[in-house]
């Protein structure tokens, strides 16, 4: 009996081999087909074929099989600032297919994604991973802490805050300012206001009609819309400008009076009899 041993065997010892044998009454021959099998592959060669604020959809070409068929494929999924780690969000895929859509993503967020072969000897090694950032999408939430304040029978002072982080879904652009008197059949007159970055936006809504209420209400929006109004405030401009009437206070022991031109007179405080 003969044997051929062939020592650290990989995929290409993969072969049909012959066996001859001969003596003094003849030759023959036999042929065998050796087949090594191990585990696949990675699969390479993957694009994003689409992308949303919530979903990516993934493409890939089918890799080496290690001689066995394939039983599935898993896509790996994590963001950016975190560790790939056993509990890693994972999707399975039919050997089937060489595509899939990802999804319940989160919008501006940069995720890694891999993907790994299976056959009947184990898993492949887990593809480059590529990098991904989902789009944006409208705010989810009104702009925060909005606060009115009448200052003068025809302007108030309106300032707020942008909406919580997490609620953004993107960078935000700017506001929508709207605002009618109270109870009016008309509609809301809007200015659109450019974000100066602070932490406290605030606008002088002006023109308006003296002693007279007003709703007013906000929106963010970011390059993908706009977000939700905030509910309606109702402020009050004042009766009177501040400077259309007299106006006293106390300093150092004296009198001080600001007349409607601004301009202050000071004199000695009446003696109370």
Known sequence: MSEVTIISADRRDSALFTCTASNEFGRDETNFQVVVQERPDSPRNMEIK???SRTVTLTWVQPYSGNLPLTRYIVQLKRQDEQWLEQTKSLTVPVTETSTVIGDLMPVTTYNIRILAEN??????????????TK????AAPPADIRVEATSSSSVKVSWMAPPKEMRRGSIKGYYL??????????YTYKTLESSGEMREEHHLTNLRRFTQYVIRLQAFNKAGSGPHSEEITIQTLEY???EKLNTFLISGK??????SGTTHSG???KVM
């Not at 009947?120 to 950032?133: A, F, N, W, Y």
């Not at 944006?136 to 705010?139: D, K, M, T, V």
């Not at 009198?255 to 409607?260: L, T, V």
């Open 268 to 270: 000695a405080l009446p």
């Open 136 to 139: 944006e999408e409208a705010p």
């Open 255 to 260: 009198e001080n009076i600001i007349d409607a």
């Open 120 to 133: 009947s000897l184990g898993q492949s090694k887990p593809s480059e991973p590529i990098t991904v950032t």
């Open 241 to 243: 400008a501040i400077l």
């Open 178 to 187: 709207g605002y009618k008197i109270l109870r009016s059949p008309d509609t």
């Open 50 to 52: 689409e992308l949303t």
